[in-house]
């Protein structure tokens, strides 16, 4: 099991950037594959950005690409997602994810670790 704990979320107008943040512990974190997610009152948690444990491979979903950044630092136990040109529509809770053996998968069901989750706000 790995500990995860997110950091980095607010209030910010629509047009502007936050960067998240995801300390891990509990197994050696370049073993492990990592994703974000998000999730809305009354809706599925869905699947924003997953990177390998190298941090040469990602994977986006369409809505974010282009505006948001998935990336490690497997030195400092870190995950972070750069999110920048933010829309109302990416108001929610966001959330990382820990999968063990490393295979990219969006697949929330297919993460063993998951964090408490940062609130992201949008305003218009």
């Known amino acids: 099991q790995v500990q995860l704990v997110e950091s980095g979320g607010g209030l910010v107008q629509a047009g502007g950037s936050l960067r998240l943040s995801c300390a891990a512990a509990?197994?050696?974190?370049?073993?492990?594959?990592m994703a974000w997610f998000r999730q809305t009152p009354g809706k599925e948690r869905e699947f924003v950005a997953v990177i390998g444990s190298s941090g040469r491979n990602t994977v986006y979903r369409d809505s974010v690409k282009g505006r948001f950044a998935i990336s490690r630092d497997n030195a400092k136990n870190t995950l972070y997602l750069q999110m920048n040109s933010l829309e109302p529509e990416d108001t929610a809770v966001y959330y990382c994810?820990?999968?063990?053996?490393?295979?990219?998968?969006?697949?929330?069901?297919?993460?063993?670790?998951w964090g408490q989750g940062t609130q992201v706000t949008v305003s218009s």
């Open positions: 994810a820990a999968r063990f053996p490393p295979i990219i998968t969006i697949r929330s069901d297919l993460y063993d670790s």
């Open positions: 509990g197994r050696t974190f370049s073993t492990l594959a």
